[in-house]
């Protein structure tokens, strides 16, 4: 089984969206503290566990609709896909992407990148033509 790389701690300024968004709690919490995100009920009590799958979906989805997007375009899974693709257009290799999302699979994981500029890359551009 591959082991994650847990995400490097930013060493940009505070608008880093990782700051932004957690306001320094990854770089504040031990991992013997459990999970990062983790369920919240109505009353306001923090679960135990981890956020689920579904839970991560709507705080994505009311995120983007605060952010005046049309919500069911966007999903937890877009989060996954954005990395993925934002790491190869920066030349990160394709194995380290991998150790970070967790595939398994090279076909899986290409899948996962999504082709954001056509000349990104591209070889005829590269030869002069």
Known sequence: MTTKEPAPPSTASSTTPTSS????ACQRRAASDGPLFRPVD??????????????????VQRAVARAGLPAG??????????????????????????????????????????????FVDNPAAQVGL
């Open 42 to 59: 109505r009353h306001g009590r923090i679960g135990p566990g981890r956020l689920s799958a579904a839970g991560a979906n709507r705080l």
């Open 73 to 118: 375009r966007y999903s937890a899974h877009s989060l996954r896909a954005g990395l993925a693709t934002s790491a190869a257009n920066a030349c990160v290799s394709e194995r380290a992407i991998m150790n970070q999302t967790g595939h398994r699979s090279l076909v899986v994981a290409r899948g996962y990148i999504r082709q954001g500029t056509l």
């Open 21 to 24: 968004l957690l306001g320094g």
